[in-house]
């Protein structure tokens, strides 16, 4: 994710996130975390974009976790 100015924001997926986007039968394991992270990478960084944007920052970065994706609606 990056600010309008081009400067990389730091940004972290929880892993039990990441595992509430995978649907898929079998677990994530199955997939791999990247491919479901690649999948939904839209989505993701939407959510983080909002957290940048109320200044929801955790040690300096922007952290989503399964509240996040609950409260968006993707999960």
């Known amino acids: 994710m990056m600010t ?5 924001v730091p940004c972290n ?12 039968p079998g677990g994530i394991a199955v997939v791999g975390q990247l491919a479901v992270f690649d999948q939904y990478r839209d989505k993701i960084e939407a959510v983080a974009g909002q957290k940048w944007d109320c200044s929801q920052l955790e040690g300096g970065k922007v952290i989503v976790t399964p509240d996040d994706l609950v409260k968006a609606a993707l999960a």
Request: proline share 6%; glycine share 18%; no cysteine.
């Open 13 to 24: 997926l929880t892993r039990d996130a990441l595992g509430m986007l995978f649907k898929g």
């Open 4 to 8: 309008p100015d081009g400067t990389s």
